[in-house]
Protein backbone atom coordinates (compact mmCIF):
# COMPACT_ATOMS: atom_id res chain seq x y z
CA UNK A 1 0.00 0.00 0.00
CA UNK A 2 1.15 3.34 -1.14
CA UNK A 3 1.03 6.52 1.08
CA UNK A 4 0.20 9.55 0.27
CA UNK A 5 3.28 12.08 0.92
CA UNK A 6 0.71 13.83 3.69
CA UNK A 7 0.47 10.73 5.14
CA UNK A 8 4.06 9.98 6.01
CA UNK A 9 4.70 13.41 6.87
CA UNK A 10 1.78 12.55 9.52
CA UNK A 11 3.58 9.33 10.14
CA UNK A 12 6.58 11.09 11.11
CA UNK A 13 4.91 13.11 13.38
CA UNK A 14 3.34 10.68 15.52
CA UNK A 15 7.01 8.84 15.89
CA UNK A 16 8.67 11.96 16.42
CA UNK A 17 6.02 12.21 19.23
CA UNK A 18 6.38 9.42 21.00
CA UNK A 19 10.34 9.48 21.11
CA UNK A 20 10.23 12.90 22.13
CA UNK A 21 8.49 11.50 25.17
CA UNK A 22 10.36 8.59 25.77
CA UNK A 23 13.74 10.29 25.88
CA UNK A 24 12.87 13.75 27.48
CA UNK A 25 9.61 13.37 29.65
CA UNK A 26 10.93 13.59 32.74
CA UNK A 27 7.93 10.87 34.61
CA UNK A 28 8.96 8.66 32.23
CA UNK A 29 12.57 8.74 34.02
CA UNK A 30 13.58 6.12 36.30
CA UNK A 31 13.57 7.85 40.01
CA UNK A 32 16.96 8.66 41.52
CA UNK A 33 17.67 7.64 44.75
CA UNK A 34 20.76 9.48 46.21
CA UNK A 35 20.91 6.98 49.28
CA UNK A 36 21.92 4.21 46.81
CA UNK A 37 24.67 6.60 45.12
CA UNK A 38 28.73 5.04 46.36
CA UNK A 39 31.39 7.50 47.48
CA UNK A 40 34.31 7.02 45.27
CA UNK A 41 37.47 6.59 47.05
CA UNK A 42 39.73 10.33 47.13
CA UNK A 43 42.28 10.26 44.32
CA UNK A 44 45.87 11.75 45.66
CA UNK A 45 47.70 14.54 44.10
CA UNK A 46 50.88 13.32 41.78
CA UNK A 47 51.73 16.25 40.47
CA UNK A 48 52.39 19.88 42.41
CA UNK A 49 53.56 22.98 40.68
CA UNK A 50 55.50 21.01 38.01
CA UNK A 51 56.70 18.73 39.95
CA UNK A 52 56.25 14.54 40.28
CA UNK A 53 54.96 13.03 44.03
CA UNK A 54 55.27 9.99 45.55
CA UNK A 55 52.73 7.94 46.59
CA UNK A 56 51.34 7.64 49.65
CA UNK A 57 51.90 3.84 49.22
CA UNK A 58 55.64 4.48 48.57
CA UNK A 59 56.52 4.26 52.36
CA UNK A 60 57.69 1.45 53.96
CA UNK A 61 56.17 0.25 57.49
CA UNK A 62 58.86 -0.01 59.95
CA UNK A 63 56.80 1.38 63.63
CA UNK A 64 57.08 -0.09 66.58
CA UNK A 65 53.55 -2.01 66.84
CA UNK A 66 52.67 -1.31 63.39
CA UNK A 67 49.72 0.78 62.18
CA UNK A 68 47.52 2.40 65.07
CA UNK A 69 43.88 2.63 64.39
CA UNK A 70 42.63 5.30 65.92
CA UNK A 71 38.75 6.15 66.45
CA UNK A 72 38.29 9.76 65.02
CA UNK A 73 35.34 9.87 67.07
CA UNK A 74 36.54 9.88 71.09
CA UNK A 75 40.03 10.93 69.50
CA UNK A 76 41.76 14.24 71.56
CA UNK A 77 45.13 15.99 70.87
CA UNK A 78 46.53 17.03 74.33
CA UNK A 79 48.55 19.90 74.64
CA UNK A 80 50.48 20.61 78.31
CA UNK A 81 53.72 21.01 80.26
CA UNK A 82 55.04 24.24 80.05
CA UNK A 83 51.40 26.61 79.23
CA UNK A 84 49.13 28.60 80.73
CA UNK A 85 45.86 26.94 79.50
CA UNK A 86 46.42 23.35 78.42
CA UNK A 87 44.29 21.98 75.85
CA UNK A 88 41.97 19.07 74.78
CA UNK A 89 41.54 19.01 71.35
CA UNK A 90 38.83 17.16 69.49
CA UNK A 91 40.01 16.15 65.86
CA UNK A 92 37.66 18.40 63.94
CA UNK A 93 38.28 21.27 65.97
CA UNK A 94 42.09 20.80 65.11
CA UNK A 95 41.11 20.69 61.51
CA UNK A 96 38.42 23.25 60.79
CA UNK A 97 39.16 25.74 63.52
CA UNK A 98 43.13 26.56 62.48
CA UNK A 99 44.49 28.09 59.38
CA UNK A 100 45.29 25.15 57.04
CA UNK A 101 48.26 24.65 55.14
CA UNK A 102 50.32 23.14 52.78
CA UNK A 103 54.10 22.90 52.05
CA UNK A 104 55.91 20.30 49.79
CA UNK A 105 58.22 18.26 51.85
CA UNK A 106 60.90 15.11 51.29
CA UNK A 107 61.08 12.89 54.33
CA UNK A 108 64.87 11.08 54.57
CA UNK A 109 64.33 7.57 56.33
CA UNK A 110 68.06 6.67 57.66
CA UNK A 111 67.13 3.08 56.02
CA UNK A 112 68.03 4.82 52.91
CA UNK A 113 64.58 5.59 51.31
CA UNK A 114 62.66 8.78 50.71
CA UNK A 115 59.41 9.99 49.27
CA UNK A 116 58.29 14.18 48.44
CA UNK A 117 54.68 14.41 49.69
CA UNK A 118 52.41 17.40 49.86
CA UNK A 119 51.51 17.87 53.50
CA UNK A 120 48.30 20.03 54.47
CA UNK A 121 47.68 20.66 57.91
CA UNK A 122 47.70 23.22 60.92
CA UNK A 123 50.90 25.06 62.15
CA UNK A 124 52.25 23.56 65.10
CA UNK A 125 53.48 26.91 66.70
CA UNK A 126 49.00 28.05 65.99
CA UNK A 127 48.54 24.99 68.72
CA UNK A 128 50.72 26.24 71.11
CA UNK A 129 50.21 29.74 70.85
CA UNK A 130 46.72 29.07 71.90
CA UNK A 131 47.98 27.39 75.00
CA UNK A 132 49.91 30.20 75.76
CA UNK A 133 53.97 29.00 75.51
CA UNK A 134 56.01 29.35 79.25
CA UNK A 135 59.13 31.91 78.70
CA UNK A 136 61.10 29.39 80.11
CA UNK A 137 60.41 26.77 77.87
CA UNK A 138 62.66 25.73 74.96
CA UNK A 139 61.87 22.05 73.88
CA UNK A 140 58.61 20.40 72.37
CA UNK A 141 57.83 16.47 73.15
CA UNK A 142 55.83 14.82 70.79
CA UNK A 143 54.07 11.41 71.49
CA UNK A 144 52.37 8.90 69.79
CA UNK A 145 49.13 6.03 70.23
CA UNK A 146 52.08 3.35 69.63
CA UNK A 147 54.05 4.50 72.63
CA UNK A 148 56.72 6.15 70.19
CA UNK A 149 57.90 9.85 71.07
CA UNK A 150 60.48 12.28 70.21
CA UNK A 151 61.53 16.00 70.69
CA UNK A 152 62.35 18.98 68.59
CA UNK A 153 63.28 22.28 69.84
CA UNK A 154 61.13 24.93 70.23
CA UNK A 155 62.88 27.55 68.25
CA UNK A 156 62.49 25.38 65.40
CA UNK A 157 59.12 24.69 65.24
CA UNK A 158 58.15 28.21 65.42
CA UNK A 159 60.84 29.73 62.92
CA UNK A 160 59.92 26.84 60.32
CA UNK A 161 56.10 26.72 60.61
CA UNK A 162 56.71 23.14 61.22
CA UNK A 163 53.01 21.85 60.73
CA UNK A 164 51.08 19.01 62.17
CA UNK A 165 49.74 17.13 59.11
CA UNK A 166 46.19 15.98 58.56
CA UNK A 167 46.90 15.18 54.84
CA UNK A 168 48.97 13.78 52.08
CA UNK A 169 48.74 14.58 48.25
CA UNK A 170 45.09 15.33 48.81
CA UNK A 171 44.01 12.28 50.80
CA UNK A 172 42.96 11.94 54.14
CA UNK A 173 46.56 10.67 56.15
CA UNK A 174 45.31 6.51 56.09
CA UNK A 175 45.86 4.73 59.44
CA UNK A 176 49.36 3.43 58.01
CA UNK A 177 50.58 7.03 57.09
CA UNK A 178 50.16 8.05 61.09
CA UNK A 179 46.17 9.37 61.09
CA UNK A 180 44.95 11.59 62.71
CA UNK A 181 48.43 13.86 62.53
CA UNK A 182 51.84 13.25 61.28
CA UNK A 183 54.88 15.90 62.69
CA UNK A 184 56.28 16.89 59.16
CA UNK A 185 60.02 17.23 60.55
CA UNK A 186 61.46 19.02 57.26
CA UNK A 187 65.38 18.33 56.93
CA UNK A 188 65.08 16.19 59.82
CA UNK A 189 65.45 12.19 59.50
CA UNK A 190 62.04 10.50 59.22
CA UNK A 191 62.48 9.47 63.05
CA UNK A 192 61.57 12.54 63.67
CA UNK A 193 58.25 12.36 61.58
CA UNK A 194 56.27 10.81 64.68
CA UNK A 195 53.07 9.24 63.35
CA UNK A 196 49.38 9.11 65.42
CA UNK A 197 50.27 12.26 67.12
CA UNK A 198 48.00 12.18 70.54
CA UNK A 199 50.13 14.50 72.83
CA UNK A 200 52.35 17.34 72.42
CA UNK A 201 54.44 18.65 75.84
CA UNK A 202 55.70 22.01 76.01
CA UNK A 203 59.07 21.57 77.97
CA UNK A 204 62.20 23.34 79.18
CA UNK A 205 64.41 19.84 78.67
CA UNK A 206 66.50 20.06 76.21
CA UNK A 207 67.94 16.84 76.82
CA UNK A 208 65.29 14.89 76.51
CA UNK A 209 65.27 11.67 74.39
CA UNK A 210 62.61 9.80 72.23
CA UNK A 211 62.39 6.35 71.56
CA UNK A 212 65.50 5.87 69.00
CA UNK A 213 67.14 8.68 70.70
CA UNK A 214 67.67 7.11 73.73
CA UNK A 215 69.03 3.86 71.24
CA UNK A 216 71.82 6.08 70.36
CA UNK A 217 70.36 7.87 66.93
CA UNK A 218 71.14 12.18 66.64
CA UNK A 219 68.85 14.20 69.17
CA UNK A 220 68.94 16.69 66.77
CA UNK A 221 68.05 14.52 63.74
CA UNK A 222 69.52 16.90 61.22
CA UNK A 223 70.52 15.37 57.88
Known amino acids: MRMTPSGIIALILILTTLLSGCVFNP ?5 RDDANVTALTSVEI ?14 RENSLEGPQYINQSAYLLEINGLVSHPLLLPYEKVITEYPPFQKKVTLFCVEGWEVTILWEGVRVKDLLNEAGVNPAANTVIFYAADGYSTSLPLDYIEDRDILLAYSMNGVTLPAERGFPFQLVAEDRW ?3 WIKWVTRIEVSDDPSYRGYWEKRGFSQSGER
Not at 27 to 31: A, M, Q, V
Not at 46 to 59: A, K, M, N, V, W
Open 27 to 31: ELLPE
Open 46 to 59: REYQGERLSSITDF
Open 190 to 192: GYK
